[in-house]
């Protein structure tokens, strides 16, 4: 091989290789945070202006939440950016889950986050399923037990009666400072405007009338917003 064609096949293995390992940048500096008056969070402030409020939030967490508001018997509460701007460019936020007796964090994927989850009280069944051809883990949590779900898979977390009789709460970490959440059934039922019966139908192989029933709930997710 000549050395153009030696440059050549370097380059391209250098390209596949920074491919391969492509995540969000580091930081470019300590911090930037976000500007909570700009519309879509793109603007930062200056070190100057920056206190320590920009990275705190007082007691939210402590309290225990209203999960019979929601029908699936739960209630996250997130910290993320919006919540913390110091969280700007930091690629982490946390989240509070209560769960009711039977309550559960119904399946869902955050599109840019691994999550980390401990269970403080109660003990929860938890699993995710893989990328096609979809296999599933599942593992049942006690207090103090730790999980991980891997980002984008599509997971959840119950509090199943058959465990226990008591509300159960988990604390998570997440590797985005906004992960986004795609609660599956809202998404595919829920969304506005709707998707077509026909492409459901076809989609679940069943009659249109199951679909349209389905879509005729009322599907509101088990966010708290605050
Ligand atoms: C979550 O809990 C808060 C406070 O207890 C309550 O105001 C809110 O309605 C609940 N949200 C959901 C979605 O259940």
């Known amino acids: ?8 096949v370097a380059a391209f293995v250098a390209l596949v290789a920074s491919q391969a390992t492509a995540f969000d940048p580091s930081p470019l500096q300590d911090f930037c945070v976000a500007d909570m008056h700009s519309p879509g969070l ?21 309290k225990p939440r209203d999960t019979m508001a929601s029908k699936v018997g739960s209630n996250v509460t997130l910290i993320n950016v919006m919540k913390i701007p110091g969280l700007n460019t930091m690629g982490i936020s946390l989240a509070r889950i209560d769960y009711a007796p039977s309550g559960e964090n119904p399946p869902h994927t955050h599109p840019r986050a691994t999550e980390i ?4 009280e109660g003990k ?28 984008g898979l599509i997971h959840f977390q119950f509090n199943p009666l058959t465990i226990t009789r008591h509300a159960a709460v988990a604390i998570a970490a997440l590797s985005s400072q906004n992960p986004g959440a795609i609660t599956i059934a809202n998404a595919v039922f829920g969304s506005k405007p709707q998707i077509s019966d026909d492409v459901l139908a076809k989609a679940f192989q069943v009659e249109k ?6 879509q005729a709930q009322f599907w509101d997710n088990n966010h708290y917003k605050f």
């Open 1 to 8: 091989m000549s050395a153009s064609s030696y440059f050549l």
């Open 42 to 62: 793109h603007m930062t402030q200056w070190a100057m202006a920056v206190n320590a409020d920009d990275f705190f939030k007082a007691a939210e967490l402590d």
């Open 117 to 120: 989850l401990t269970v403080l």
């Open 124 to 151: 929860l069944y938890v699993g995710f399923v893989t990328s096609n051809p979809n296999q599933l883990f599942t593992k049942e949590l006690n207090e103090g037990d730790v999980f991980v779900f891997p980002e």
């Open 209 to 214: 009338g199951t679909i349209d029933w389905l």
